[in-house]
């Protein structure tokens, strides 16, 4: 997905309050009604007719005309825009280069501040996937009825954020973490390449996580959305598959095969123990149950892959159609932590939008 981020600063504030308006109906609307937008951002009928024509076209909300109602909706496009723009206001960020990867969830940008200074821009891509199995098993999700793609990556980048945060306060390689709005994380640019090219690592993921200073050589790794605790349940089981990942390279490569390699056990022994990862991340703010409804989250995505890998777009497309008319009707409550103000309290006035275009207290 290209990044539009031209008129970054120049967006009308009717324009701004329209789209912030939109983000909030996506609270509780897949497809946010017309009536409701106008409510919400608090602007008269013509006007709001007007102005979301004119986001449409830039591709910040489209348009979707459902069995009910015709509505807009948020795109990935909007959403990346109000996080660039949280952050430009911030001065943390002021313009977007080059996109540099693509991952399967995630899109990576060089972008500057005002000084010039490269940086690395993550947006995180949840949802990218079909959500037909979790919203099967959408129990884990609680009162959120459906796994929206806002909601869970906007979740995926405050748990990498979290992570990066101590790691990099506890002196671990890592790029240092600038800034974090939304789906959103802004870190140092490392001027690098990927291990795997350096001829080291081949197969894995690993591969493409560890990236080789290019001036000194010293290894940087980055990509924390899966980490977990050495007190995870299956810590053991994810710690073997990262060393086992080095090995099975040097093996293959190398021929070369050693009886000396961290194992789990050991290692906790050797105080390891002592430092508390998760308790910090915790303290710092994303929860225990986050870390849980994201990762039950990424797994539901990965068994959907392997079950599904055969069958073929049109069909899920259909599905999720259904699934959404299903979920409108079902969905009722306002989040009381889904990151933006809710609706009723625009209307009513208590908490208008900032200039920032943050609403969430952070
Ligand atoms: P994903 O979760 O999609 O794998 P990553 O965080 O691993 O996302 O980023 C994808 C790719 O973008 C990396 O493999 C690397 O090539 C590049 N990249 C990511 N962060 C940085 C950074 N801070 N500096 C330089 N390159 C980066
Ligand atoms: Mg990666």
Redesign the pocket.
Known sequence: MKLDATDLRYITSDEFRVLTAVEMGSKNHEVVPLSLITQISGLRNGGVNKIIGSLAKRNLVSRVQNAKYDGYRLTYGGYDYLAMRAMSKRDTMTSVGNQ???????D?YIVSNENGDEM?L?LHRLGRVSFRTIKQNRDYLGKRKSASWMYMSRLAAQKEWAFMKILHEHGFPI?KPIDQVRHTIL??????Y?LRQAGLIHGD?NE??I?IRRDTGEPIV??F?QMVSTSHTNAEWYFNRDVECIRRFFKRRFRYESSMYPKFKRTMAQGVADFKLDVMVEASGFTKKDMKTLEDYMEAVREEERDDSEEDSEEEEEEEEEEGKESQESRSEIDKDGGVASEEEMSRGRKPVSEDGETTPS
């Open positions: 540099i990867g693509v991952g399967k969830e995630s990576i690395v993550k790029p870190m140092e640019f490392i001027d690098a990927p993921y493409f996580n990236l980055i990509d959305p």
